[in-house]
């Protein structure tokens, strides 16, 4: 099993980014995929998840109206569209995957599986 996360970088505030989700080994509809952070100095936190389907999407309050969570299940891709960057949204985004035939979970001992993370630095 193989999760990569990709599309990180350097972005000034108010500025867009969209994060890619690569997964292989999987049978991807049966996943729950999550988006997790983790900022300097802070504790790792839940950002959204999507449900194996794609009917089900949970945002964390932070970025609820900013981010958009999304799904190929046949691209075996998951996708974070994050619009009207912020400096604290400056962290490492990590993508996970959990099995759920239904449902979302957004507890983070639940995830089985991790992707390396992608670096996201917001500028003021």
């Known amino acids: 099993v193989q999760l990569q996360a990709s599309g990180g970088g350097l972005v000034q505030a108010g500025g867009s980014l969209t994060l890619s989700c690569s997964i292989s080994g999987l049978t991807l509809e049966t996943y729950v995929i999550g988006w997790f952070r983790q900022a300097p100095g802070k504790d790792r936190e839940m950002v959204s998840c999507?449900?194996?389907?794609?009917?089900?999407?949970h945002y964390s309050d932070s970025v609820k109206g900013r981010f958009t969570i999304s799904r190929d299940n046949g691209e075996k891709s998951v996708y974070l569209q994050m619009t009207d960057l912020r400096p604290e949204d400056t962290a490492v985004y990590f993508c996970a995957a959990d099995f759920r035939l239904f449902g979302l979970t957004t507890t983070e001992r639940d995830y089985d599986y991790w992707g390396k993370g992608t670096l996201v630095t917001v500028s003021s």
């Open positions: 999507i449900s194996g389907k794609g009917g089900l999407t």
